[in-house]
């Protein structure tokens, strides 16, 4: 365990982020405490947590660090164990790579499923009790585009966020009666650490530049550019508002008009 709670911010509302160490998930952190949340973030690196739980306290807000392997369910105990009373979850820990269907690795496909789709209902199940209990939450599940449309060389990737569109959609439905909304975010191209590793990968399979690569992916998007971790974060922070407690079931892209629907 790293830090502990100071006195919150505001008892009602306290954030889980998983993948809260870098990037999106680091964004959202940041940007939750911003609105008097106090905020746990957790990753399987403790010193990347505890970077941004500091950087929460040292803007005034209240962060907690906690280690957490969101594919092991005896992890996602014991994290959610030291947070406490759970009333906002962001389920954006995940991860990607890319194969050729054909001689695809099992163990490649199952560790796509693992990280992005078992985590979300792992997690999920973990807290949803608290949130029955208070009659309240928000539940926010970081997709992708490819949650919504087809991508060569990422089966396994894209059938596990289709699939975390479709648990987004069910539990809309099933915990509407409970004040407690489910939705998705599904970014295109984001400028983080996970990114950079898709411009390595392109490279390493096609020799292209690093500069080039980064270019095909920015090209991509009509607005020809990455999107932001921050902006992610706005569109997290207004799903968590009383204000969008009409909004459940949706899947809102963030990817410059790459994917329209």
């Known amino acids: ?18 993948g809260g160490g870098k990037g999106i998930g ?19 690196t403790l010193a990347d947590v505890e970077n941004v739980a500091a950087i929460i306290r040292e803007q005034g807000g209240d962060g907690l660090a906690v280690t957490c392997d969101v594919t092991q369910p005896d992890s996602i105990a014991n994290a959610v164990a030291q947070v406490g009373k759970i009333t906002i979850l962001v389920n954006n820990a995940g991860a990607s790579a890319s194969s050729k269907f054909v001689g695809h690795d099992d163990a490649l496909w199952h560790k ?26 928000r539940i926010i599940n970081i997709a992708s585009t490819a949650a919504k449309v087809g991508g060569r060389y990422i089966a396994a990737y894209t059938a596990a966020k289709h699939g975390v569109l479709g648990l987004t959609r069910a539990l809309a ?31 390493a399979r ?5 500069a080039d690569a980064r270019a095909a992916l920015e090209n991509s998007s009509p607005q020809h550019r990455l999107i932001t971790p921050e902006e992610i ?11 969008a407690r009409g909004i459940t079931g949706q899947a809102i892209n963030v990817d410059g008009g790459t994917v329209q629907s």
Do not use: F
Request: charged share 15%.
């Open 233 to 243: 974060a706005a569109v997290a922070v207004m799903l968590v508002g009383e204000d």
């Open 112 to 137: 796509m499923i693992d990280a992005n789709l078992n985590s979300v209902y792992y997690v999920t199940k973990a807290v949803v009790p608290m949130m029955i209990e208070a009659n309240w939450g």
């Open 26 to 44: 680091k964004a959202i952190a940041v940007a939750l405490a911003r609105q008097g949340i106090r905020v746990a973030v957790a990753a399987r």
């Open 1 to 18: 365990m790293g830090t502990v709670w100071i006195e919150p911010v505001n008892s009602r509302q306290t954030a889980l982020v998983t």
């Open 206 to 210: 096609t020799k292209l530049s690093e």
């Open 173 to 203: 439905v099933e915990l509407v009666a409970h004040n407690i909304t489910v939705n998705a975010i599904c970014p295109g191209y984001v400028n983080t650490p996970m990114t950079d590793r898709s411009v390595a990968n392109i490279v």
